[in-house]
């Protein structure tokens, strides 16, 4: 079985636009989850954005995830992504990531690109099963800690050449999982 398939264990939720409403249960999940968080008015001004799209994860009425992102002409970016802490490893981020995958296409978007916490190791494992791989640094990219960025990247037929110059595909987050694997 992929890792980027629904698995029988995986906790079915339905997957929909953000809408006004949900800013409440949304900027819980944001405070639950990160140290420095987007207040709602970021939120709203990244929503009010033409290209700028909203979605939840609802699980029995109750918002469990969410995610925003940018749509750009060969790409799309994700801006903020979270699960709640109480609903995490139940396969509700890998399905918003593989509802966001579906919508790349060989004659437009290609790609999806995001910026995570060098610090922030359990969403860089996670993005790497789900086939994104790191591919720069971007140095003192969050100015709130001083903190440094990985680049990752999903691109459809990856290629070596995909890659920057001097990076490679292994990383140690790959060798953190080729010595997990080994065991």
Partial sequence: MSLNQPSNQDLMVQIRWLIRRDMPEVLRIEEESFEYTWSEEYFLSCLRQRNCIGMVAEHNHQIVGFMIYELHKSMIQVLNF?????FRQ????????????????????????????????????????????????????FEDAGEDAYVLQYRLQRTEQDFAPGLSPKNRISNYLDASDAA
């Fill in 82 to 86: 979270a699960v709640a802490p109480e």
């Fill in 90 to 141: 139940q396969g509700i981020g890998r399905q918003m990531v593989q509802r966001v995958i579906d919508k790349l296409s060989q004659q437009r978007r290609r790609e999806i690109v995001l910026e995570v916490r060098e610090t922030n190791l359990p969403a860089q494992l996670f993005f790497r099963k789900m086939d994104f791989r790191a591919v720069s640094v971007l140095r003192n990219y």
